[in-house]
């Protein structure tokens, strides 16, 4: 029988890029593949798996409740109408019609961003309207209290790479802000690894992307206090019913979690040495310069940043990068800096063997453009 590549014909892809949704996030263990098979091959009362499964996980990671979702997306948006649903009824199935006094949500402005959709979407499709404090350099505690006024539902706090990182309040901060207020705190921690982290600094909600640091299916995790991770499971009967989770995802994710709480990790060291080789076969291309560079929002994930000196290279570093997409393999980077001429390689879905591939691949582009 012909591969998946061939009987589609689709492209196969090398992933420097990094855990992006894009390219299908990541590959799953072969427990938790199981897991998901197991799932799709039999039936179960479903509020008893969401139930049970989320109380198994909560006692994994020490939290009072926990509840699996279809993506962190989701978790965003089940989580912003949780705190304006509550336990009404009526606004659970009239959350888009009926008027709300308490409907904005407070977000440092350097938070609203857009990680593949915008964040202002999901607090939307939550039934939320964004309210930012702050400026997109800056967002201080008294910032933050600033622009919460009696229509004030809740504080949201993106906790990502895309965000603004510096002159940023903390977590721990904007839970002080959110107790004095007595306001929920949400915190998308969608590509974050620590599990625990953000409910210890006083979270209410987090929210977690099943398929990317846990490496489980397309998944969404949500933890917090026991009050409103109950609201989020009722958003099933509400928007969630758009948005639902299968019997297989919620089994895969909590085998991932399992995995992920015990499974020796990819140490930002280990990331050094396998592309220590890659960078010096880059440093000897003409007009390239390659180094160590480390996460910028903390974690510890080290890639390779790639400088290009386009009048040595003779290409604009963003058509190289859609070149890089075209041939036998689709290879793709961290393109952010792009226009700066600068990519990044996230050497932690690839193989030794791939970085010699895309290595070789650079190579053949730049010595066709400058023949």
């Known amino acids: 029988m012909s591969s998946i590549y061939e009987k589609y014909k689709l492209k196969q892809v090398i992933n420097a890029s990094g855990r992006m949704t894009i390219l299908g996030v990541s590959t799953p263990r072969p427990e938790v593949v199981e897991a998901v098979n197991t799932g799709m091959n039999h039936y179960f009362e479903m509020k008893d798996l969401v139930n049970k ?4 996980i909560a006692g994994l990671l020490n939290v009072e409740a926990a509840v699996v979702v279809s993506c962190a997306s989701a978790g965003i948006a089940q989580s912003v109408a949780a705190v304006l649903v509550k ?12 008027a709300l006094e308490k409907n904005e949500i407070v977000l440092p402005k350097g938070h609203n961003v857009n990680f593949g959709a915008p964040v202002g979407t999901m607090v939307a499709l939550g039934g939320g309207k964004v309210v930012e404090a702050g400026y997109a350099n800056e967002c201080s505690a008294e910032q933050l209290a600033a622009a919460i006024t009696p229509r004030t539902a809740a504080i949201l706090y993106i906790k990502s790479h895309h965000c603004v990182q510096k002159s940023m309040l903390n977590v721990a901060q904007a839970s002080a802000v959110a ?32 398929a990317k ?14 009050k409103y991770v109950e ?3 009722r958003q099933a009967n509400g928007i969630g019913r758009a948005m639902k989770v ?35 076969a880059l440093n000897t291309l003409n007009g390239v310069s390659a180094r160590v560079v480390w996460d910028s929002a903390g974690r510890d994930i080290a890639r390779a940043e790639i400088k290009f000196d386009e009048t040595v290279t003779g290409i604009a570093t963003g058509d190289l990068v859609q070149a890089l ?19 990044e390689a996230d050497v932690r879905s690839v193989t030794a063997a791939q970085l010699e591939i895309i290595s070789r691949r650079i190579s053949e582009l730049l010595k066709e453009k400058q023949a």
Not at 180 to 204: R, S, T
Not at 213 to 224: D, F, K, N, Q
């Open 53 to 56: 499964t989320g109380d198994y």
């Open 87 to 98: 336990d009404s009824d009526w606004l659970l199935e009239n959350l888009h019609t009926t």
């Open 179 to 210: 107790r004095i207020h007595n306001l929920p705190l949400i915190v998308d921690a969608a590509a974050e690894e620590d599990l625990q982290a953000y409910y210890q600094a006083g979270a209410d909600l987090v929210i977690y992307s099943g």
């Open 213 to 226: 640091a846990i490496e489980g299916p397309t998944s969404g995790l949500v933890i917090g206090k026991r």
């Open 231 to 233: 609201w989020v499971k």
């Open 246 to 280: 299968g019997k297989e995802g919620i089994l895969g994710l909590t085998c991932a979690i399992e995995h992920y709480l015990t499974a020796a990790k990819e140490s930002g060291a280990e990331m050094v040495a396998k592309m220590t080789p890659f960078i010096d």
């Open 325 to 343: 997409k075209q041939g036998e393999y689709a290879i793709y980077f961290r393109g952010y800096k792009a226009n700066e001429g600068i990519i």
